[in-house]
Every structure is written in structure tokens, then in C-alpha cells.
């Protein structure tokens, strides 16, 4: 065969376009056959690639030129010879700095096996040390937080960050109430109230709804109660108004039509142009798309009943069709849901978007521009986009960071947690106007969107106060519980439902029934067979390795519902009660040879194992119920779990184990009345079975306490002797505990007898 040079020249074949650049094709042969694709390519001064992700690992050469390439926020000067590797799924840009073409050459080929082991590592990819900036959607301080906001932004954002420092992320939990809303001042209005009041009375009631709810914020911001705060909106709008997009225009608008006063946003509502739901003034919740209020059909105002008015206003206006390929990119650099992207292209399709970004109003901040239209306020969602750097630069001044507000960093990466009816403000405008005041910013944005939470199949409304507050059902004894089942049925990609039925059934059959009354047995058990100390693992049988490989993959899982790309409550609240479900399983499987002599290495191994899965779900329940994880771990002999485990690992043998006699979920016990022949009975109880000690043991059926039929016969003699009353067998060795057989043989007594009995001790 002939040797054939192959020679390729960057131009030589054809150019296409990719990634935002120019590329040739190189053609070293069929990929199939070398395993190796490859092409130059040519980026033009100023110019960045398009960021992306992808399966291959890739390797660029450059060969000639000046820039900078960025992997996963981590930025270094390239120049002719830097040889540069990528691994798969790492977030990539090469930037030309310098005055000359930047020409490089990649290859790239498929390694299914080192992608398939890096696509379950979730922990550092695009995150690594930057600085990670979580922030929940910020509320309308005109209302508390019900259940329906409780399980979206807040409580994901919470666990988010409790997850994300397990694994030694630099995260914070960034919050604001966002305070210029037109809507708390139409609330003021209605009340009587200066808007300035509401929100600071709102803002105050919500952080204690957030605290309640046991959710941790590192920095809050209540924007009209910060210092200097209009100032930097007016600095932030100015820059958007210098970038000379942003202009006056004269447009269609709304007004009363009995009071001429302006209408947008909670003054005006009607039918949604885009799909005709019911839609309020400037967005509709249904299919996320924002409206102009003029375009809304048979639009109704809020303050007559008097049809509209249409007519025109001169404001500052966007022409945000302008930005599609700004906001199209900046999808391309973080984690974008499907259902986002399909927003901003439907959006998109239309031939213009012009957005007013002021409009009248005494609430709020008004520009600094000396010839804006009087009377007029910047718009709030502009002060929103803003808000996030504020944030950031209030949390950098706490921590002695100088991240500033007015120079974002490419570093920073900002994870945004929020519901599908705010997609357009977080996702699509406040990338366009980041991209007017910061130009050479790529904000790298991760969006993590809930849909709605129903309760009682209705929307939650705060207005019609068809809702559950956050304040009436949170306590020390519920949050974890509201916290397990908020992210059990929370609306990921669908819209649910909250009944208070499935609640309370959460409570009852789940967390009590089965969580509780598992690890309450297992405490029992080691107590009785082990003194109380975790034993050590003895012979394992191929179940016991099983099982272990079975806790492995549950923590796999959690780890992956956790973590920042596949991050869902509804799976991670599925994991933790599948590790319940599966040791349940599991000790009722083994308890058939727990009493047998013989098997006694065997039984210990199994009991090592379901604590070791009491273990796992202390560590995983730690960000989703950091309460009940806490406790739990204390029970186990160990301290809050503070560090994400990478392998399901054994509690050391010896440690003492309290588990019997927790309560995890609902109040405590209340002391309820003794029944009075408790003490009686309590006394023939020990006298039967030779008890030592003095614990109480009303709590526990007889076949609890290790009561056999021989000691039961002996016991149903000793009652019929005090008492007169012959009881069967099967009701002392049934369900009931010593306290309620203590009541069952009140109820068949005269009261003298009882009155007899009663505070006896026969012991
Ligand atoms: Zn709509």
C-alpha cells in the first residue's frame, strides 16, 4: 500500500461555522477507522467561542495567536504552543486577546468509559473552588410564605447549599425580599399603609417563616431598607442607558378608564395574547411569556370598573430581539432546563420585543438620567437583575472579598432557584441587560425551575388566602417532617398537588410508621442482644454483601439527586426512603435466624449492617432534614454530619447506640395519665420475665420484652388470681402494649376491683 501524507490548511477545506467561530474540517480518514476527529480553527480578535459541554475528550493546540481559555470558570493565558486537554463535560471557551488571529488546532475522540465515569461526578465539575452564589427566587414582601413558595426556590435552595458544603463547595445561600414590586405598593394602597412599611413588615415576617422552616441564609438583603441601595439601581440602569440600546420610545399603553391612572402589571389583568389564560399585566403564569398590557384581550383594570383606555407613553424601552444571541449563549454556559430554552426560542420567534423598562410611579427608583419622562420609576425586574450583584458585594464586605456589584467576575458562579413563572425575568432579561451594563461579562448562570404546587387542587393564592402558612404548621417537632414531604411531592418538571390527607399520611405511615418504629426496633434489639453497644461485623453471607452493595447505591443516588446537574428533591426524598425500605426488608428477612445459637456471627453482621444504614440516612437526610439527621447521628455516638460520605462505611463496634426510645417525628409524648393498674401489672410483668432495673416498660408489648408462652401462661395465672378475670393468651402476647393491657383489663373490672388494684405494686 502507498503511503499518503495527509496535509491539511486551515482555509484549505471548507469553512463552517461552529461554536461561534470559523472552522476547517481536518481529514485524517473515517473517524470510525482512526478513532480521532480534528479540525482548525480560527478565532477572530475579541472574539470567544460559544461555551459548551460535551462526551469527548478534546485537545487544542494553538498555533498562533494570544488568549485565554476558560474551563469551568478558571480562566489562563494560551499562546502559540500551549497545548491544552479537556475531559469530558467540562465547560470550555478559548478568547482571542490579542490584535492578530488566534488559530488552533483540536482533536477530539470518544472514550465511553471515561465519560460514563465522569458523567456520575457530581461534585466539583464547573463548580471547583469558585466562588458559588446560591441565590432563592426573592419574595414580593406583601405576604408571608406559604407551602406552595416554602417548597420551590426556598427550600431547594436551602438543601442545595447544605449539600454543596457537605462536599466543600464555596457556597452561600443568598435572599432579598424585592421590595419596589408595583405590587406591594398597590397592597399599601389598598391597606392604608406607606410601602416602605409593608415591605419592612413582610420582610420581617418572612425571614421568620425562612427560619422556621429551618433554612439557612448567609446573606439577605431587603432592598428598600439598604443603604446606598437606589443609588446603585440608578448606576446600574445608567450603564444600561449608556450602552445606547435602551432608548426613549413612545409605545401603546393602558389606562383607567375612569381615573386615566397607568396601568401594568397587579392594575390591569385580561386575557394572556400568547394563549389566551388568564393572565395578569406585563406576564402570564401559564405559558411564561411576558405581555405589553396593551395587547392584553378584553383587558379589566383594578381601580374602576370603567373599560381601558388605550393610549401611548413615551418610555425607556428595550429592544430585547436584539439580545437573542447574547441570551441564546449565555443558555449554552450553565445548566438551562429544557423547558427555559424552549421559552426564550419561542419568545424569540416573535420580529420585535420591545420592553418598557420604566413606567410611572411613586414607588420606587427613579433614574438618574436628568431628561427621563417625568414621574417615572425604573421597572422593578430591572432592580431584580441588579439585586444578585448587590448581594454578592454584601456578602463579599461580610467576608473581606472584593466582589463588587459594578465589576462582576468571571469566576463567579451564580445558581438561581426559581418558579417557571419568573423564568422570563431571571433567565431571558436579566442576561440582556447584564449583557448592556457588562459587555464583557459572560454571567455563568446555573437555573434550577419548579413548576406550581397546588394545595387541594387549586393554585395557592396569597390574595384569596387559599393557602397553608408556612407559620401554621412549622415548629421544632414538624419542620422535618414538612421538610421531607415539601421535597417528596414538591412540582419538579409537573405541577402537584398538596392535600393535608397525604401530609398527614407522610407523618403516619412514612416518617413514623416506618422510619421511626424501624430504628426505635433497632435500638431495641441492640440494647437486648448487645448490651446496648454497636456489635462488630461477624461472618457475612453473600445477602449481607448484598445489602451493603445495595447502601452503596442508594448513596450513589442521593449523591446524584443532590448534586448540582441532575439536583431533584423528589428522587433524593425517594432515595432516603428507599434506604428505609430496603433495611426493613433486609432485618425482616434476617430476623428468622436472630434468635438461633448457631447463627449468632451471622445476626451480628446483620445488625452491623442496619445500623450502618441508620448511618447512611443520618449522613444523606443531613441537607433535606438537617434536624432528624443531627439527632440521628447523635444517636449513632457521632456529631452533626457535616461531610459527604463516598462510601456507606460501619459504625464503629462499641459505640453506644440510643435509639430505642427516640421520637424523631411529631411532639414527644405527652405524660398522659397513668392508666392506674399500670404499676400492677407492671409488677406481675417483671416478676414473670426476672426483669432487672427499673425502666419503664409501658411503652412495649409483652413478645417486645422477650415474653414467651410458658412466662405468658404463668403471668395469665398470676392476673386471675388477683383479679377474677381469666385473659386469653393471644391478648397478652397480641398488639397491645403493657399500658394499654393495663386499660383493656380496667374496662372488663368493677371499678372496687380497680380501685383495689390501683397503686399496687406487687413487685
Ligand atoms: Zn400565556
Redesign the pocket.
Known sequence: MESQLIISEYGAGEIHQAYGIDLTDVDLGKVEEVGVGAAIGRVEPGVMTDPHQHDELETFVIVGGTGEVTVDGKTRPVSAGTVIQFEPFETHTLLNTGAADLLFTTFFWRNPDRAARKAPETDRRRFGERPIFAFSTPPTPNGDLHLGHLSGPYLATDVFVRFQRMTGANVWHLAATDDYQSYVADRAHREGREPADLAAHYSAEIRRTLELMDIEIHQFNATSAAEGYPDSVRAFFSRIVASGLVTKQEAPALFDGATGQYLYEPYVSGG?P??G?A?GGNI?E??G?PNFCADLVEPRSSASDATPRLGALTRYTLPLHELRDAVVAHHHLGRSPARMRELADRLFKRERLDMAISHPGEWGVRPAEEDAPDGQIIWDWVDLAYGWLHNIQLLGERLGEDWRADAPQQDWKIVHFLGYDNTFYHSILSPALYKLAYPDWAPDVDYHVNEFYELESAKFSTSRRHAVWGKDVLGPHSVDAVRFHLARTRPEGRRTNFTAEEYDATVRDTLTGTWQRWLNDLGSRVEKGYGGAAPDAGIWTPEHTAFLARLGSRLAELTGSLGHDGFSLNHAAEALHGIVTDVTTFSRRESSTAEIEEWKDETRTAVALELAAARLLAYGAAPVMPRFASRLAAALGEPPPSEWPEIVTLVPAGTRVDLARQVFFGAPAEPAEAPPLLPWLTGLVRESLTLQGDEPIGAKRLVELGMESLQCIVLQYKILEDTGADVKVEDLLGDRTVAELAVFLAEGLAPEAVGALAGVSSA
Open positions: 394572556c400568547t394563549c389564560s393572565a402570564c401559564e405559558c411569556e
